[in-house]
């Protein structure tokens, strides 16, 4: 049988979760998912210094946001010291790793000494054989191999050879005996059973190190795949600059989470030339295969024109729990339910963001649309007295209140007028919305209800009698 794939999401809790670090996640989700697999959240806090809980609740929350669940975790680094602590100990007796009291200044030198020979920078080696006892204050350096290469047998990028006299004895436990990042990782990795790393490639500098860790343990060494970095539209690394980098920011600028989603994986996978996924169709195809090795270019007007197609292909009730906190913003209190599901029907279409949508929305939630002036100038005029008349007369007495029997009064106020189908419409769009431009006059009309449009209806004819004296 084949083995389980089990992938990891790893983020150090030090700010929010920004894109290329959801990317991440996103790939390694997903390449469970399609595999049956399972997905591990793991939160590396062994720096305390910059680890918060504030960081730790974002990126639950930006998770959460956009859907990527998790099997097992989250786990966290700083309850796992006496593991970290009891494979330090391992690697010390087996002779793969050693107490280093080399003071700082000492390593500077050496370091310096290395660069003026003209070779890499480095850790001379100088209690590499001294099988010093453990004291106060001393690191623990890894005895790496002085001879050879290790390679990293990348998914996505193929083999790449590290000479291992390129790699100096990297210390794996501080002074304080708290163990560095490349080895709580391998630690982890390993007694996670983490078999698929997929990861930045700004981390492929220490897959040998952790290569070499993994071999030193006896444990099987899982298949690493490093993706290229996200690039702004300038193709310099994204940052800042190009926009917001927290995946929450574009919550709240009202994005959908699927379409951050499919948004994010097209930063680097492709299939053939689609750009529109659904969730379930990115579990379906996706695979390692066509993750490129080029940089993805961080696009914004493509994730806007991804997001428009996504809200207009979701169902109106799963758009609603979207919706009502850019609702509410604006003061308008309301349930999901059938009036409001019916309201997002009409603006599906014609709406890019949910901040657009809840602009879009207002009107349909007012005691009574407040007119825009112009509009009301041009559309509520005296001439037009006698047809909204007729309108309004018509659409009370409508028997049944559908688009049908609508258009029909339309027909005949513009018959009856000798005006066009515009010149009725709009002075019954400024009525009932407040403004020349809405949804499509007939669902809009009967997303309003037949209570709302004659009541609307008929303030506009009190109005244009007003105006008309
Ligand atoms: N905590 C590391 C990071 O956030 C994880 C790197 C890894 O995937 O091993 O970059």
């Known amino acids: 049988m084949a083995q389980t794939i089990i992938t990891r999401f790893p983020p150090s809790p030090t700010g929010y979760l ?137 998914m996505i990028r193929g083999d790449i050879a590290f000479s291992n006299t390129e790699l100096d004895d990297f210390i794996i436990a501080r002074g304080d005996g708290s ?7 391998v630690i982890d990795d390993i007694t996670m059973n983490i078999n698929t790393i997929i990861r930045g490639d700004d981390h492929i500098s220490n897959t040998p190190k952790q290569i070499l860790l993994y071999q030193a343990l006896g444990a099987k060494v899982p298949d690493f795949g490093h993706v290229p970095m996200v690039l702004g539209p300038d193709k310099s690394r994204l940052s800042k600059r190009h926009g917001a980098m927290s995946v929450t920011a574009y919550r709240d600028m009202g994005y959908h989470p699927d379409a951050m989603v499919n948004f994010l994986v097209r930063l680097g996978w492709s299939h053939g030339d689609q750009e529109f996924f659904t969730r379930k ?132 106020v513009m018959e009856d007028s000798g005006l066009g189908f515009g010149k009725v419409a709009q002075p019954v769009r400024v009525a009932l919305t407040g403004k020349t431009v809405s949804p499509g006059i007939f669902e809009m009309m009967l997303a309003l209800g037949k209570e709302k449009v004659i009541s609307r209806l008929c303030d506009a004819v009190a109005y244009i009698e007003r105006v008309s004296e």
């Open 281 to 412: 169709e990115l579990i379906d195809k996706f695979d390692l295969d066509h993750i490129g090795r080029s940089a993805g270019v961080f696009n914004p007007e493509k994730l806007l024109a991804l997001n428009a197609e996504h809200i207009r292909n979701a169902p109106a009730d799963s758009l609603a729990a979207h919706l009502l906190p850019f609702l509410q913003e604006k003061g308008i209190a309301v349930e999901a339910g059938a009036y409001l599901y019916g309201v997002i029907e009409t603006l599906k279409p014609r709406s890019k963001t949910f901040v657009e949508m809840a602009d879009g929305a207002a009107f349909y939630f007012v005691e009574k649309p407040e007119y825009d002036e112009k509009a009301a100038a041009k559309f509520l005029k005296p001439a037009l007295l006698g047809p909204m008349k007729q309108l309004t007369d018509a659409v009370s007495g409508m028997a049944e209140f559908n688009e049908k029997n609508l258009e029909d009064i339309f027909k005949q």
């Open 18 to 154: 920004h894109l290329g670090g959801a990317r991440t996640a996103i790939f390694n989700w997903l390449y469970a998912r399609h595999n049956h697999g399972r997905f591990v959240l793991r939160i590396e806090d062994t720096d305390v210094q910059r680890s918060t809980d504030e960081s730790v609740n974002a990126i639950f929350e930006a998770m959460e946001w956009l859907g990527i669940d998790w099997d097992e975790g989250p786990y966290f680094q700083s309850e796992r010291f006496d593991i970290y602590k009891k494979y330090i100990d391992r690697l010390i007796s087996s002779g793969n790793a050693y107490y280093c009291t080399c003071t700082p200044e000492e390593v500077d030198a050496m370091r310096n000494a290395a660069k003026e020979r003209g070779d890499n920078p480095r850790y001379d080696g100088s209690c590499r054989e001294k099988n010093l006892p453990w004291q106060e204050g001393a690191v623990v350096r890894f005895k790496t191999p002085l001879t050879g290469n290790t390679v990293v047998e990348d």
């Open 179 to 185: 163990p560095m990042y490349n080895l709580a990782v």
